[in-house]
């Protein structure tokens, strides 16, 4: 009897064994994919075949990578796109963050300022452009909150400037649009 229970107990702590290693196994297996996923990778899947729970939240782990890789490649097309017309416009864009420093600018912006080639991004506006009628235009629409238009005059040059918020919460964004109306206002 003692050796019946012996060889029982070996045969219990066996098949215990095999049988939390094929639970833990999987559940390792998709700890792996997520972390994964969660550094981009939407490409990884896991390949469990079970039908029972663990194959169900192996499905749903697949199905939300595939879902985040559309949404990502979605969004990348979308941002590709705004960035292509950002930087086709003939009017200089710059966008500032609260602190009053510069996000985003387009190609039409950086001539403007004669910074042609050189990454302005991050610098505050008035190390790139030292004019008392933006610095006015920007404190107007940050105070007002509203959609401000005003004249300005910078290297023998007359713009319309444009400027926006882009967010009404505490870290306001601006965006100015320079419309350059040299011409016009000879005429």
């Known amino acids: ?8 107990a070996i045969f219990i702590l066996l098949l215990s064994f095999l049988s939390a290693k094929s639970i833990t196994k999987p559940i390792k297996e998709m ?3 997520a972390k994964k996923i969660a550094k981009g990778n939407f490409n990884t899947r896991v390949s469990t075949k079970a039908k029972d729970e663990i194959g169900e939240l192996s499905f749903a782990l697949n199905r939300m990578a595939r879902e985040l890789q559309r949404l990502f490649t979605t969004l990348a097309v979308e941002r590709e796109e705004l960035q292509k017309i950002l930087w086709a416009m003939v009017e200089g864009v710059v966008v500032l963050d609260s602190q009053k420093r510069i996000i985003l600018a387009n190609e039409s912006f950086k001539k403007m300022c004669g910074f042609s080639s050189q990454s302005i991004t991050g610098k505050p506006y008035w190390e790139i452009l030292r004019n008392i009628d933006i610095e006015r235009l920007i404190d107007k629409a940050l105070s007002s909150g509203k959609t401000e238009t005003s004249e300005i005059r910078y290297q023998d040059k007359v713009y319309l400037g444009n400027t926006t918020l882009l967010s009404k919460t505490k870290e306001k964004e601006v965006l100015i649009v320079f419309h350059n109306i040299t011409e016009i206002k000879q005429l």
């Open 1 to 8: 009897i003692l050796y019946l229970a012996l060889i029982l």
């Open 31 to 33: 700890a792996l994919v």
